[in-house]
């Protein structure tokens, strides 16, 4: 028989026109898109995976990636330097 088909990767809504950090727990091995919506222009950053992605016209940026690596990462806006969500990979 075939094998299962994958699952659709998991989105991660990350809005940045609020001061919450978002805080996921994602399962190693997923395929992931961080959705984030705030300033053209603005870069963001996923730590450890070095995926940097810079937001574009519409005001919204994917960051897609597998979540192969397990531990605690942080998603930054690099202009500001500010922390804008946590993820965990288990």
């Not at 961080?34 to 995926?51: C, F, I, K, N, T």
């Not at 810079?54 to 202009?79: D, Q, W």
């Amino acid at each position: 028989p075939p094998p299962p088909p994958q699952p659709a990767p998991l989105e991660i809504l990350i809005p940045i026109n609020t001061d919450a950090v978002v805080r996921r727990t994602i399962p190693r091995g997923r395929q992931v898109v961080l959705v984030v919506s705030g300033r053209a222009g603005e870069e963001v950053h996923l730590h450890g995976y070095d995926v940097l992605r810079t937001i574009g016209p519409s005001g919204v940026v994917r960051l897609p990636f597998r979540a192969t690596i397990p531990g605690r990462f942080e998603v930054e806006l690099e202009a500001s330097h500010r922390q804008i969500a946590d993820l965990t990979v288990k």
